[in-house]
């Protein structure tokens, strides 16, 4: 079961008090995709992930807390122009406007997984190549983290794992080929072995669509 709240906030970036939907509780049932998007019912409590101040416009997990240059950003054009995209979900516009704000601020582990939920975003919603898009630069940031000694995920494995189906959901066939290639010989036998394997033999046909955990460990 799945539970809201409505709590009061005061916007961190222009310090108008609004009403918020919170997450009170929720469940799982089911297997992960392969970039770990939960199953439901959490799957359908994306909404509750991200706070858009309606005033400003500051996307935040939590709009009362801003960081220095938040304010400057949220005022800015290009933050206007993806907070009101209308090639994007209301939803992934959201978390597109977090990432500005992530990114800029060098986050680059938290924008990582702000473009990964965009994705989840536009693909319900049918914007298959907005969630492309969105993949694209997910992958481009999970290895700028790396690069920047920030975790993406709790294992450097897991996060492999990630960024090979990153750039395979985003039809980046021959890079996603050569970064598992160069893993050849080590992928081991537990979970994340066998996502790899899973990964390869899809990569081998093209394949570019969803797919879960359990699918990978043959499971039903």
């Known amino acids: 079961m799945t539970t809201y709240y409505e ?3 005061c916007c961190g970036v222009c310090g108008s008090e609004n009403e918020y939907t919170g997450l009170g509780s929720t469940n799982s049932f089911g297997s992960p995709d392969l970039d770990t998007r939960p199953p ?19 996307c935040s997990s939590d709009v009362s807390k801003s960081r220095p240059g938040d304010q400057l950003l ?12 209308p090639v994007y979900p209301a939803l992934a516009n959201k978390f597109l406007c977090k990432a500005i704000c992530d990114r ?12 990964i939920r965009a994705a989840w975003a536009c693909d319900d919603s049918g914007h298959a190549d907005q969630a492309k ?8 940031l999970l290895e700028l983290s790396q690069k ?7 294992q450097d494995r897991a996060e492999f794992a990630i960024l090979v189906d990153l750039l395979r959901r985003s039809g980046q066939i021959t890079r996603a080929k050569a970064l598992l290639a160069s893993k050849q ?10 996502v790899l394997v899973f990964e390869g033999a899809l990569l081998e046909k093209n394949d570019v669509s969803c797919h879960t955990i359990s699918e990978a460990l043959g499971e039903p």
């Open 148 to 154: 920047s000694g920030q975790k993406v995920a709790g």
């Open 104 to 115: 800029a601020a060098g986050s680059y582990s938290d924008a990582t997984w702000d473009f």
């Open 40 to 58: 439901e019912m959490r799957r359908s409590t994306m909404s509750a992930w991200v706070q858009r101040c309606p005033d400003c416009g500051f």
């Open 7 to 9: 709590e009061k906030s």
């Open 133 to 140: 898009v969105c993949r694209i630069t997910a992958a481009d």
């Open 74 to 85: 949220v005022s800015g054009t290009d933050y206007k122009a993806q907070l009101n995209d």
């Open 185 to 194: 010989g080590g992928l081991g036998d537990d979970v994340i072995g066998r």
